[in-house]
């Protein structure tokens, strides 16, 4: 029997190597098939899983809304009356409010706060909404603030102001401009003490305090 020769020998490694193709090659593409058997299956399970969670979530989410709503006290027209701890009276007022149930807080819409002064005159302070924390006796209004000293004659408009109804002392720092008989202010922040006697205005860094003052001069 005659010795294989290396052609024999390169030919044996050709046919192996064919053979070791073959077979990956047929393992590949059952891999191939069964991917495109279940990869369609992974697909219709993940997004009917996605499509529970979010239905889920929102019937979740609504329950939880009504359990919320169902708490709160809706007031419609509400008028909250008191006094300062000078026994001078004030009177709150919206066109609505609404108790949240979890803070003991008034959310107010069109909010108006009345401030009796001396000799039957009234300071006024309105907004587009704000939040009354009535045991604190704390109103917060925000959103086109206005305050109108019918004493003093002054009308401010501010984005922001804090009411202390024990005290009846106004803050805010959100800035504040002011117009009345005497000329115009614009300040950074402001507060406003004896229902309207007595106004300090401050400034900040490079915002400071500017006024304009009607001399009344002869025309």
Known sequence: MADPTPSDDLKAADERRVVLAGRQWRARSRRVMLLRRVLPLIIAVLAGGTALWVGTRSIIAGVERSRVESREVRLSNPMFHGQDEQGRSFVIGAAQAVRDPDTGMFRLDAPVMRLTLEAGKTSELSAGHGLYDEPSR?????????????????????????????????????????????????????????????????????????TTINTGGAG
């Not at 401009?177 to 900040?204: C, H, N, P, W």
């Open 138 to 210: 704390t109103l917060i209004l925000r959103g086109q603030v206005i305050i109108e000293d019918g004493g003093a004659g002054f009308r401010f408009v501010t984005p922001e102001a804090v009411v202390d109804t024990r005290t009846g002392v106004v803050t805010g720092d959100k800035g504040i401009q002011g117009v009345g008989a005497l000329g115009t202010i614009d300040a950074s922040s402001y507060a406003i003490y004896e229902q309207g006697g007595r106004v300090v205005f401050s400034g900040s860094g490079d915002d400071k305090v500017r």
